[in-house]
């Protein structure tokens, strides 16, 4: 006879969510083992025997049993094929709710974020530590699962989340493109969705990299000033955000990233930065601006006219606008505010949507050389 190796948790699958909670408060359940379910009942692994199990599961009904080396209840995840995580989801949820279920994540370093808040999505509420549980379970490189809680909101552009599974952190060393970057999603801006913008942005070759300065406007942690640094190691960068949070990140993220170009960053409200005297040394050398505060951007020109070096510089300008011909709206609220200004539009080189934002709004990028 094979030697026992496990012990099995059987329980209802509609007790799954508390239990599996309650397994996750003393760190029981063996994630080198699926939890899978059949018929109406699911099966935890555990990592030893439990003492007290029924003072623990008072009031549900379980059996326990060990389970033997090949056992079919106990599958060693790393000798199956990765599921989708809706596969694996559905597994353990019942299928008038499957609809409902998230059809991707966000993964940011170590850490999952999963959107599972939705008002038609109440009916997984019971289901969420499960979910979170799974997740966990098929992806060894995430050790925290976290769901949205609330809108990115407020001056920081930050979101509150709830943890559902795993370890209770809100840093992590996120890796993109070939960068490093330390973030921390609770307190700083990061958007992992933004990875292969952020990668036009590095690499677009153009004049105004090396005759004046580059300064990303509301930088947050660094990616976008950092990743064109590492690209561009002769240029001078300089990145401002009124979060000091995340230019004390940001700042860690130089070293983490060992550039050896010329790179600063400001703690620093950009709508004060006309009578700031540290910045008053970058009056006319920006040969290239970042602006990357959708919501708000076009607020923020006013703030730029006596920062723009005399040859002119390149303008990447980040909107929200609507679906429907987004380019030409975003163009139109541009010219109309640059009327507001003293700054003249020279041409636009390029211009594109970015990603999606909510059922009727996108992100777009203008490309736009500027002079005064
Ligand atoms: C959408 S985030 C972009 C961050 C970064 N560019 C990125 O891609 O991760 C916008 C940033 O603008 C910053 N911000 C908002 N108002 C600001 C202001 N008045 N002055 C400077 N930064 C500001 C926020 O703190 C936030 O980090």
């Given amino acids: 006879m094979s030697e026992i190796k496990k012990w099995i948790l059987e329980i209802d699958l509609i007790n799954g969510n508390s239990i599996i909670k309650k397994l996750q408060s003393i760190n029981a359940i063996d994630t080198n083992f699926k939890i899978h379910s059949q018929n109406n009942s699911i099966f935890i692994p555990l990592k030893h025997e439990i003492d007290n199990l029924s003072v623990l599961l008072n009031g549900y009904e379980f059996k326990i049993f060990p389970a033997q080396k090949n ?35 966000d993964i940011i370093g170590d850490i999952a974020i999963i959107e599972l808040n939705r008002d038609e999505q109440k009916p997984l509420r019971p289901f969420i530590n499960s979910i979170g549980q799974i997740l966990l379970e098929n992806h060894s490189n995430i050790k925290s699962v976290y769901e949205k809680a609330s809108d990115i909101e407020g001056l920081y552009r930050t979101r509150k989340f709830d943890l559902i599974a795993g370890l209770n952190k809100t840093e992590t060393i996120h890796r993109e493109n070939l960068g490093k970057f330390h973030v921390d999603i609770e307190q700083t801006f990061f958007s992992p969705r933004l990875a292969y913008e952020r990668q036009r942005i590095a690499k677009l070759k153009t004049e105004f990299n090396l005759n004046g300065k580059i300064w990303d406007v509301f930088c947050g942690v660094g990616p976008f000033i950092i990743q064109i640094s590492k690209k561009n190691p002769k240029a001078h960068s300089i990145g401002t955000d009124i979060n000091c949070r995340a230019i004390e990140l940001a700042k860690k993220n130089i070293e983490l990233n060992k550039i050896v170009g010329n790179i600063e960053f400001y703690c620093q409200d950009v709508k004060e930065i006309s009578i700031s005297q540290v910045f008053s040394k970058f009056q006319n050398s920006i040969s290239r601006f970042i602006m990357n505060l959708p919501e708000k951007s076009i607020q923020f020109l006013k703030n730029l006219p006596q920062f723009i070096q005399k040859n002119g ?9 609507k679906k429907i011909n987004p380019i030409q709206e975003a163009k139109d609220i541009f010219e109309k505010e640059l009327k507001n200004t003293r700054i003249k539009l020279k041409e636009y080189k390029f211009s594109k949507v970015v990603k999606p934002f909510s059922p009727n709004i996108v992100m777009t990028v203008l490309d736009a050389i500027i002079s005064l």
């Fill in 71 to 105: 056992s079919k209840n106990l599958i060693d995840r790393k000798k199956t094929h990765s599921k989708s995580l809706k596969e694996t989801l559905k597994e353990i949820i019942p299928s008038e709710f499957h609809n409902l279920l998230p059809r991707a994540f």
């Fill in 313 to 321: 510089a390149l303008l990447h300008l980040y909107q929200f606008n």
